[in-house]
């Protein structure tokens, strides 16, 4: 980290293909809490830097950022880890988030074409490593977010031809498959997901239900580009690209810090995958607006129990709220930058080049404490990258453990890949996992000279 008054350093952290929000608002979380608490670089910054292989990826991380941190007077916890949530891991959203979406890709318009607005309102948000062409195709993207009209993303249809193409000549067995995959593959790595979940989301991508009300607006926010090779040579077109296989629920619902969430009755959960994304997501908001661990009210839990397939509830927007789509920004603080805590964390976006950029350029050599490496993005673990891990850096590689198409010999040949790469980048292991098992992650130091 770069040094500072009075020996105070700051904790430079590069998250490599996060994709998911996840690891940056938890990321943003945990440092909030140990500020508050007066733990750790309680004087320093903490200055997170983010690398993703698509801009749509970036426009999402904006967006859940945005929505995590509205003034608590405009969205409770509850109704922003829902609708964070709808919009993470739906095909199809409710007409009320698609109006709040609109609104919200309105406001993230101006603050990516406008400098002096976005230091306003997000002071801690770095764009500036963006290249114009960048920012012109972030503006396009959230433009695309606040059109109405089902035909320019119907994603059912699109669902249904990525089921199709993945499932070929088996497609009209497709449930007893789901149940096959479900019950073999993911249910003895992550049992707390649910078979009724998980074949629901196989067949339409719902995955999260969490009200009563119609979820039948196309999440544009799934939306992204892509070069295809066709008869007349090489296009452009949007679709859905994502995940079919292995759901949203890996994210937020197979992990919590409050162990009640699995517990059993009759050697079956009580608790669903669900249940546990929204603890988690209310536990983001709740941390990043008062920088206290969460900790859900009785009377919410006493509700909750017992039943592990009741929805949640939810505090839903307003009925109306007329043109959205041109709605102006408005005047009173629209975000929680008022808290002390955002005078001590940065963010920055780095451009699609920004892994060459890090390797290239000598501002970055020895520079972060801290690297996490996604696994669709591990190969980028390489001596090269070794240069912009400072002395005794921790480096985190996501495991394949939930990548359901992988067997046991291919689990195995990932495991032993990263050790590979680990060891060519100067890194030696600092968990105690077997490396014959397959991890949710891989924990590493920077070899001592």
């Not at 964070?84 to 739906?90: A, C, R, V």
């Not at 119609?214 to 995940?243: F, Q």
């Not at 699995?262 to 249940?275: A, E, G, I, P």
């Not at 060519?424 to 397959?438: F, G, I, K, R, Y």
């Amino acid at each position: 980290g770069d040094g500072g008054d009075g020996g105070v350093r700051d904790v430079n952290v590069l998250l490599v293909g996060g994709s998911d929000a996840r690891h940056l608002l938890t990321t943003l979380a945990k440092s909030v809490a140990m500020k508050e608490r007066g733990c750790g670089t309680a004087k320093g910054k903490v200055n997170v830097f983010v690398l993703e292989p698509a801009l749509e990826l970036h426009a999402r991380q904006l967006l859940f950022l945005c929505l995590m941190l509205e003034a608590p007077e405009r969205m409770g916890l509850k109704e922003k880890a829902e609708t964070m949530l709808e919009l993470y891991g739906n095909t199809n959203i409710r007409p009320k988030t698609c109006k709040y979406l609109a609104q919200k890709a309105n406001e993230l318009i101006k603050l990516v074409t406008d400098p002096d607005l976005l230091k306003e309102r997000l002071p801690f948000v770095n764009l500036s490593l963006l290249k114009y062409r960048e920012k012109d195709e972030l503006e396009a993207i959230f433009k695309f977010w606040r059109l109405t009209d089902r035909q320019y993303f119907e994603i059912t249809e699109l669902w249904d031809a990525r089921m199709r193409q993945f499932y070929a000549q088996r497609y009209d067995s497709r449930a007893n498959l789901s149940d096959w995959d479900h019950s073999m593959k993911l249910s003895p790595r992550a049992s707390i997901i649910h078979a009724l979940e998980f074949k629901r989301w196989r067949e339409n991508g719902h995955a999260f239900d969490l009200s009563d009300a119609p979820y039948n607006v196309p999440n544009r926010t799934l939306a992204s580009g892509k070069i295809l090779n066709e008869r007349t040579g090489k296009v452009a077109r949007r679709g859905y690209w994502g995940d079919i296989v292995n759901s949203p629920y890996l994210g937020y619902g197979v992990e919590c810090s409050d162990q009640s969430f699995f517990q059993r009755r009759n050697n079956q959960h009580v608790k669903t995958s669900s249940d546990v994304s929204v603890h988690n997501a209310t536990s983001l908001a709740h941390e990043l607006l008062t920088g206290e661990p969460y900790t859900p009210d009785p009377a919410e839990q006493s509700r909750q129990a017992g039943d592990g397939d009741a929805a949640p509830g939810i505090t839903e927007l307003p009925d109306e709220e007329p043109g959205t789509e041109d709605l102006p920004l408005q005047d009173d603080a629209s975000f929680i930058i008022d808290r002390a805590w955002l005078q001590r964390v940065s963010l920055t976006l780095l451009p699609l080049s920004g892994n060459e950029d890090l390797v290239r350029k000598a501002k970055y050599n020895g520079k972060f404490d801290v690297v996490y490496f996604s696994s669709s993005m591990g190969h980028h673990l390489t001596p090269a990258m070794a240069k912009v891990f400072a002395p005794g850096a921790t480096v985190v590689v996501e495991g394949a453990k939930f990548m359901m198409d992988l067997n046991d010999e291919q689990l195995q040949a990932y495991n032993d890949k990263i050790e590979a790469m680990a060891a060519e980048a100067s890194l030696v292991p600092v968990d105690d996992h077997p490396v014959d098992t397959p991890s949710t992650h891989r924990v590493f130091r920077v070899r001592a000279q």
